[in-house]
């Protein structure tokens, strides 16, 4: 090329040149050697650029002042008045919230008609979301959107004669500070609030039920707090950079007393055995970047469709059928410690496994629903379009999802929906204690 | 392949640009065909399936140039088949559908709507190959005998897919005798990265106030959301510097690609949103496609040098009517076109667009343009004509909507530092401050220091815009629909 370098673009155009081939170098160079297993530039970065930029990105939406960080639209992290993150959106019609309430209730009456005959109780635990009740602390203009929801669900189930143990009332009755329950950077509770929520949950299935409860066993007195590193970076915080969140700590809750479960999920991909850190705890390696380590999840995972922990010192001998999201993580291995066997499933991760098939093969004393609004009607739309509603033309079935009518339902492995409605009206479900 | 993409960034830019300079200069034969394979590979990595509708559309105007050429038997004919058979590609790919559904509504027929995918770019190298084609039939250029140069006219990749659309004369000497130096290299990267952070900070952030107001539109309304009026207005703002930024950014990273390789395309938005009348904004806004029409359409049919206005009105129709089908086969672009045809005539009839002089009456001009404009993009950004109708019935509180809610005013905060961005941005400024500072920094030191502010300022914009690529933000080219 000819020309002068004495002009006012050139030391722009040699650090940009030097940014864009130092970039394409990298990437051939780590294609060639392997270091990554695809293109780093097919999908965008390897993940360590792509966090430095999520990071910086962070930043500067930070240094923006803006409490609202979108991908989209659509979905959204919110900043409340107190600095923690949270989900929020703009803009969400009403009608489509009332309706997923009275289409989750009426599924349920299905499920619960089903389990009538064994004498199985069906109960909803509704989880609390990350925003206070009332919208406390969203920024004016934002809809709270999840209690609302929360709200209606909570009526419509009554309306319907479902069970709920609606734990946002809970926290209101033993007047607990609700932000203290909730990691700073994520919407998921503490695992000391799951331990809270087992305790809960206990007390109301003894209560309503007559399933065995001590309460000593989850007395937060006989646990120790074990802290895993000041390296927390919830998912929301991971989606807006360490420069946006910061890190926290993640404290796990430990039992103080001998302990002995088995946690697996079927099909041999994980079989643990030993006490509860053991069982359980899979802890990420100390120098694993805060944005991948993903300490939530080392409770028990998150991505496992179907799983099953079986204490083997016995707990009070009954049996659990847990559908859950991702707020059980911390919860379920702290039920666990009161009860025989867990089974739970997550239709999140594959909306085609079947709970009936669960109910048939363990016989539980009692299923549950144990989910957080967000999960109803938001993230992944698992309830109203696949999980409970196999009339929805989108799970490729007709019937109603009531336990009156037999009609086309799918079959289980159509692959189309989570088969609750086929199983319904599956004669082989046996009563509690036949053989 | 999207120039905002890691894929472009960071694997075909520089590997295009590195295989180009290190082709010795004299074999310009072989860094055109070099070009010439990157542009097609850039192509058919988006668009694989029209690939070869590309390369025939190439070989059938280098034919019909050669064949159209002053001197030449039946060159008129060989002229109105090669712009037959363009427009034909347009219509087949682009208005097939849209017309086979119009008729089946207007007069009861049946015919089967055709569900054929829009090929990239389809408007804009269909145009330029029709630039090609004219411009030797009229003898402005001669024809080019190496069908590889019409080729590369035709396909090069910074304008291929969304424009400028390039006309032939621009560039015809600079396929076989461009210069390439490290100041207009330096000066193109530089214009790329002004181009990408436009598209990246500005544009990507307000389409999704302009999408929040748009796609809820029915929110809008009290019986189901209640955003207001304000939120209205707010959308359609929103909207107007997204599609300004969008675009703009497009044309600079392209002007900015070309200018690297030694082409100099031409200018395509010169401040829009600073004119004081419709047909200063037309003189403005998209230029390379309001030229086109002006000289290949306008012209032709007698321009504004004709007898009557009614004439005058009939070319001017005639002209806005394709522009706003050009968009897109869709009544809201129509209209759109038609509304602008409206303004433009009664500008030229009443004659207001010379008179508009001194600061009153410019402000008044200005003000005027600008919600002629705005209410221009409302049609333009709405899914349907009942959509814009109603959209721009909220902005004036039709059917009870209210006039504001908390949502709206709550993305106005969180958005309000990027418009009055965007505002500032939608002026000459930043290139009256360059002017300023090139005249305040004269001394050696003085120029060093300039530069190197440049540059760290373009870097920090260049990291900001990569940001929100790695963070896989929301990113669409409106104008790749086109």
């Known amino acids: 090329m000819n020309g002068t370098a004495a002009n006012a673009n050139g030391p722009a155009a040699i650090c940009l040149a030097f940014l864009l081939a130092s970039g394409a170098v990298l990437g051939i160079w780590r294609t060639c050697t392997g270091g990554v297993p695809a293109l780093p530039w097919k ?34 992290c919110v ?16 009608g489509l919230r009332q309706k997923a309430a009275r289409d989750i209730a009426r599924s349920l009456r299905g499920v619960r008609e089903a389990l009538e005959p064994a004498g199985t109780p069906l109960v909803f635990v509704l989880c609390p979301s990350k925003v206070p009740p009332g919208g406390i602390g969203l920024p ?32 209101a009755r033993e007047g607990l500070d609700h932000a203290s329950l909730f990691f700073r950077t994520d919407h998921h509770w503490l695992p000391a609030a799951g331990l809270w929520a087992a305790n809960e949950i206990g007390a109301f299935l003894a209560e309503r039920h007559g399933l065995p409860f001590e309460p000593a066993v989850t007395d937060p007195a006989r646990y120790r707090s ?12 991971r989606r807006v950079g360490l420069g946006y969140a910061g890190t926290e700590p993640f404290d796990a809750v430990l039992p103080h007393f001998r302990t002995d479960f088995v946690f697996e999920v079927p099909g041999g991909a994980v079989r643990r055995q030993g006490p509860f850190r053991k069982a359980f705890l899979r802890i990420p390696r100390e120098k694993t970047p805060p944005w991948d380590s993903r300490l939530y999840a080392s409770y028990i995972g998150a991505q496992q469709p179907v799983s099953r922990i079986e204490n083997r010192r016995g707990g009070n001998g009954k049996t659990l059928c847990v559908v859950k999201d991702s707020f059980a993580a911390v919860l379920l291995p702290h039920l666990a410690i009161q009860y025989g066997k867990i089974v739970f499933l997550d239709p999140r991760v594959d909306a085609r496994i079947s709970l009936f098939a669960s109910i048939r093969e363990e016989r539980p004393d009692a299923v549950l629903f144990i989910l957080n609004p967000n999960s109803l009607i938001r993230r992944n739309g698992f309830f109203t379009r696949r999980f409970l509603f196999p009339g929805d033309p989108a799970s490729g079935a007709g019937a109603q999802p009531s336990g009156g009518g037999v009609g086309s339902a799918p079959s289980p492995a159509d692959g189309k929906g989570f088969a609750v409605v086929p199983a319904l009206h599956d004669d082989s479900l046996p009563a509690k204690g036949s053989p | 392949m999207l120039f905002t993409s890691p894929v472009f960034l960071f694997f075909f830019f520089p590997v295009a640009v590195a295989a180009y300079f290190a082709i010795p200069r004299r074999l310009r034969s072989v860094r055109n065909a070099w070009l010439l394979a990157a542009s097609f590979f850039f192509y058919w990595s988006g668009e694989p399936r029209f690939t070869a509708v590309l390369a025939a559309s190439c070989l059938v105007n280098w034919a019909a140039g050669l064949l159209s050429a002053p001197g030449r038997r039946f060159r008129h004919v060989f002229l109105f088949l090669a712009v037959a058979s363009n427009l034909a590609l347009l219509i087949v790919y682009k208005y097939a559908g849209f017309a086979a559904e119009q008729c089946n509504g207007l007069f009861g027929t049946s015919f089967r709507i055709p569900a054929i995918a829009l090929p990239l770019g389809i408007s804009f190298f269909t145009f330029q190959a029709m630039s090609y084609v004219i411009d030797v039939h009229a003898g402005k250029s001669p024809p080019r005998a190496n069908p590889l140069d019409v080729a590369l006219y035709v396909v090069l990749f910074p304008q291929l897919v969304a424009g400028p659309i390039v006309r032939y004369g621009t560039v015809e000497a600079e396929i076989r005798g461009r210069r390439e130096t490290w100041s207009g290299f330096s000066a193109g990267l530089c214009r790329f990265a002004e181009g990408f952070a436009k598209k990246m900070l500005l544009a990507n952030p307000l389409g999704i106030v302009a999408d929040s107001a748009f796609d809820g539109a029915d929110w809008i309304l009290p019986a189901v959301g209640g955003g207001g009026a304000f939120l209205a207005w707010l959308g359609a703002v929103a909207f107007a510097f997204q599609i300004y930024f969008d675009f703009s950014g497009y044309s600079d990273m392209a002007i900015g690609i070309g200018r690297m390789f030694g082409f100099h395309f031409e200018e395509n938005f010169l401040h829009p949103y600073a004119s004081r009348s419709v047909s200063e904004f037309w003189r403005r806004w998209h230029v390379s496609m309001g030229t086109w029409f002006r000289d290949y359409v306008y012209f032709p049919l007698g321009g504004s040098r004709v007898r009557t206005s009614a004439r005058l009105l009939a070319n001017l129709f005639a ?17 759109w076109g038609l509304f602008h045809f409206v303004l433009i005539a009664a500008e030229k009839l009443s004659g207001t667009a010379k008179r508009v002089r001194g600061p009153l009456l410019s402000a008044v001009g200005w003000v005027g343009t600008m919600s002629a404009v705005l209410f221009g993009w409302v049609l333009f950004r709405a899914d349907s004509t009942a959509g814009a109708f109603r959209y721009v019935g909220a902005m004036f509180g039709g059917h009870g909507v209210p006039f504001a809610s908390p949502a709206a005013f709550l993305l106005f905060r969180e958005n309000a530092p990027l418009l009055a961005v965007s505002a500032l941005l939608s002026f000459p400024v930043a290139p009256a401050l360059a002017r300023r500072a090139d005249a305040f920094c004269v001394s050696r030191g003085a120029k060093a220091v300039r530069s190197a502010v440049r540059a760290a300022w373009l870097v920090f914009l260049f990291l900001a815009s990569l940001s929100f690529v790695a963070k896989g933000a929301h990113n669409p080219f409106l104008y790749f629909n086109f």
């Open chain 2, 319 to 335: 002209v806005w009517f394709l522009t706003g089908l050009w968009h897109g086969a869709n009544w809201t672009f129509v209209l």
């Open chain 1, 226 to 237: 074990r802290r895993l590193g000041e390296r927390f970076l919830g998912s929301f915080g």
């Open chain 1, 140 to 171: 004016d203009g934002l809809e709270d959107e999840d209690n609302v929801l929360g709200d209606l669900l909570v009526a419509a189930l009554a309306e319907e004669g479902i069970e709920c143990l609606d734990l946002r009332e809970r926290i």
């Open chain 1, 79 to 94: 900043r409340l008045d107190n600095g923690q993150l949270a989900l929020g959106s703009v803009l969400r019609p009403e």
């Open chain 1, 43 to 76: 999908d965008g970065f390897a993940e360590w650029d792509r966090n430095a930029f999520v990071a910086f990105n962070g930043l500067l939406q930070r240094l923006a002042g803006r409490r609202m960080v979108s991908n989209s639209k659509n979905i959204d």
